[in-house]
């Protein structure tokens, strides 16, 4: 589980590590060293004094009581914005809106979803997505196309609420601490400063578990999108989704807007099973993205005769396998196991990733096991043969065990169809049998021994015609001689 987390974070490395930099930087430049010019205290001598011990427990008070109920509002929304960006965007949206007109009654934080332009269009996208995805002929178009614009719009929505939340917060806790301070000491108004570096700490902490948050939650429902699919053969099964996922994020909000420590204790637990089925539904979210989406977008703009067999992305473990046993690979491509029961000696989970690779010795499978366990699957050596096939979605690479019919297959793996146009060549490359070139040579062989075979019935009812004949004239012949000799014309001629 923290092992997929973790690889998850470093795919985003450069995104999170940008991140965290422009809000310290931001925390930096609101902190009490800058936001403030001057905590000391102008007018001390004049005004009435408290202690030291009063004023750091108004400030613990503070930190810990009213601005932490504050926190918990301010990122209210992230985990229904990470489940479903439109519906929770549309729905910020109108409370936003709703709240200005009665006067503002909630404690709503605002946000860029409350803006009535950003809000008419987010309506529009919101209504074409539900509409695609509620029905399973235009569902995968919809992940396609809008699927691919919620999931970015979301992620933007986090960051740009991380920031703001970092200025606001860390704000709110200077000018906070500052008046407080203002009839204290020096020595106590010192631990305003402290006060409010911790601020800005963890709310810079809180705007990065909140992209961390939309990771997790996002891909978790990005693969329950995709599982739904199987059962679409149920009727309304996807509308019924759909309406699922829209009662789950207006509800989850809602909790977070108006008893802000509950939507605190179900934003945790919503993340914590999200983190444990995490590892399952990153297999699923990164199969769909890799063999579906991706060679989606790919194909209206014409595949790549000229793509890398080489990844241009190996992973280190790959690379470390090879230096550590000299072997080199001029074929490294990613690829997903395609169903659950596998060969006995390598088992492989459904939409599992591994790494097909052609080394100097022969192709083999590579795939991590933790977070350093490498296992290998030897293609050649067995007594199987293997076939390469393309589809219209992806192309497969299957073992059939010798002596038994080709739809028998004991392994299957698939790769993205964007290799459709060296798929010749890959063939060639790994020593497997084209599928297409074996199946067109049995239609052959069917149709020559379906052609002999007619040839053969023809001959054999010819036969039993001319059998019959044979055998019928042999047996009339006799009676035939007998009337024509009783006949006068036959004894005239006879004469």
């Known amino acids: 589980m923290f092992a997929s987390v973790y690889a998850e974070l470093r795919a985003h490395k450069k995104l999170i590590i940008g ?5 310290m930087l931001l925390a930096v430049f609101c902190s009490p060293f800058f936001g403030v010019k001057d905590l000391s205290i102008v007018n001390a001598a004049e005004e009435e004094t408290v202690s030291a011990g009063e004023t750091i427990y108004t400030l613990t008070t503070m930190f810990t009581g009213k601005a932490i109920r504050n926190i918990a509002g301010s990122y209210a929304s992230v985990v229904g914005v990470s489940a479903e960006p439109f519906t929770a965007l549309l729905f910020l949206g109108l409370i936003e809106n709703i709240n200005k007109l009665c006067g503002s009654p909630l404690n709503v934080v605002s946000t860029p979803a409350g803006n009535p332009i950003v809000l008419l269009l987010v309506a529009l996208f919101f209504v074409a997505s539900k509409l695609m995805k509620s029905f399973e002929t235009t569902k995968v178009f919809g992940l396609c196309t809008l699927g691919e614009l919620e999931k970015y719009l979301g992620l933007v929505f986090i960051l740009v609420l991380g920031i703001m939340n970092v200025v606001g917060v860390t704000d709110i ?6 008046s407080a301070a203002s009839n204290v000491p020096v020595g106590a108004a010192n631990s305003s400063i402290f006060v409010g570096i911790v601020s800005a700490l963890f709310s810079v902490f809180m705007a990065l578990m909140s992209v961390v ?8 429902f990005f693969g329950l999108d995709a599982l739904q699919s199987c059962f679409s053969f149920i009727p309304f099964s996807g509308a ?5 996922k829209s009662v789950f994020v207006i509800v989850t909000i809602s909790i977070n807007i108006v008893f802000p420590w509950i939507g605190v204790v179900l934003n945790i637990v919503v993340f914590l099973i999200c983190l444990l089925l995490f590892k399952f539904f990153i297999n699923v979210e990164e199969f769909l993205r890799k063999i579906y989406i991706k060679p989606f977008l790919a194909r209206m703009r014409g595949f790549n005769d000229e793509i890398p067999l080489v990844s241009l992305k190996v992973p280190k473990f790959v690379k470390k396998y090879c230096n550590a046993n000299g072997l080199n690979y001029n074929v490294c491509i990613p690829a997903y196991a395609f169903k659950k029961k596998e060969a006995d000696d390598y088992k492989m989970k459904f939409m599992e990733k591994i790494w097909i690779i052609n ?14 366990r490498v296992m290998k699957y030897e293609l050649f050596g067995k007594d199987k043969t293997y ?4 589809e219209f979605r992806f192309i497969e690479i299957f073992s059939n065990p010798k002596d038994e019919k080709l739809s028998k297959k004991d392994l299957r793996v698939v790769f993205s169809v964007e290799y459709m146009k060296r798929f010749e060549e890959i063939v060639g490359i790994f020593g497997f049998e084209n599928y297409h070139v074996v199946k067109q040579n049995m239609k052959l062989s069917k149709k020559e021994l379906r052609a002999e075979k007619r040839e053969m019935r023809k001959e054999k009812i010819k036969g039993k015609v ?6 019928a004239a042999e047996k009339i012949k006799p009676a035939y001689n007998k009337v024509r000799s009783v006949l006068p014309f036959a004894k005239e001629k006879q004469e």
């Open 240 to 244: 019924l989704f759909e309406l699922f």
């Open 213 to 220: 948050v939309y990771l997790v939650v996002k891909t978790v």
């Open 173 to 178: 806790f200077v000018t906070n601490t500052v």
């Open 387 to 390: 076939y390469m096939r393309k």
């Open 466 to 471: 001319d059998n019959f004949t044979n055998s």
């Open 359 to 372: 080394t100097d010795e022969g192709p083999i499978f590579l795939k991590k096991k933790g977070l350093k």
């Open 19 to 23: 991140y965290v930099s422009v809000c």
